[in-house]
């Protein structure tokens, strides 16, 4: 069973500081996505990280992935108060002997944001 | 492209009711699912589908249904309400198969659901 732990589950960050959350997973995967959710919303795709060494950034946020190690960062520079929200990592796999494809996620991050 | 479209938006039910939720996607994606979100507990997987006419369990399936009879429509039924099914659902929806891997998954607006 293909299971995917985030840590922290909350943070509390101060405005200008760096921060990282962690995403760990079990089985062998080279496919690691982040996702980002407001408060009272849906989630919505950050990052597709798609082999070992991968790096993905966009604006104060950058995602690497170490297959190896089976852990994916995600990494937060000068936090802003834009950034308060919920996020998840999520890994996919395909089951054998069935060929199905799942995709399981992480039990989220909650990120404050303060000044 | 509408994307994902889960209706309703909320609902309260009492213990013992039915109901379907509904969701649809116009991505002609092969890939469908339904999550809940529970507080501290992020997004377990109630059902999939790999494909129209093949469903599966995910990690929570008891007390609920589901059918795939297009590619478009995946709804999830709850047979019995029980309080311990309120929560919030999603629906989402993929391009990735067992054939194609690392694509993004599109998610609908979810359904706040209390059953009371």
């Known amino acids: 069973e293909l299971k995917v732990e985030q840590n922290p589950l909350f943070l509390s960050m101060q405005e200008g500081k760096n921060y990282t959350i962690y995403c760990n997973y079990s089985t062998t995967s080279d496919r690691l996505y982040w996702y980002r959710q407001d408060p009272g919303k849906s989630l919505e795709s950050l990052f597709v990280?798609?082999?070992?060494?991968a790096v993905k950034q966009e604006g104060r946020l950058m995602a690497s992935l170490d297959t190896k190690a089976r852990l994916s960062t995600l990494h937060i520079t000068a936090a802003v108060h834009d950034l308060s929200a919920t996020y998840f990592c999520?890994?996919?796999?395909?089951?054998?002997?069935?060929?199905?494809?799942?995709?399981?996620f992480g039990a989220g991050t909650t990120v404050t944001v303060r000044a | 492209n509408a994307g994902v479209t889960q209706t309703p938006k909320f609902q309260v039910l009492k213990t013992g009711q039915s109901m379907t939720l509904q969701c649809a996607q116009d991505m002609n994606h092969e890939y469908m699912s339904w999550y809940r979100q529970d507080p501290g507990m992020g997004l377990r997987l109630i059902h999939y589908?790999?494909?129209?006419?093949?469903?599966d369990q995910g990690e929570v399936p008891n007390g609920y249904n589901v059918s795939r009879s297009t590619t478009e429509d995946f709804p999830l039924r709850l047979l019995s309400a029980a309080p311990s099914q309120t929560s919030v659902y999603f629906c989402a929806s993929s391009y990735s198969s067992f054939v194609v891997l690392g694509t993004e998954a599109f998610f609908g607006q979810g359904t706040r659901l209390t059953v009371v």
């Open positions: 990280l798609l082999s070992n060494g």
């Open positions: 999520a890994v996919d796999m395909v089951e054998a002997p069935s060929n199905d494809y799942k995709l399981s």
């Open positions: 589908s790999v494909g129209a006419g093949i469903t």
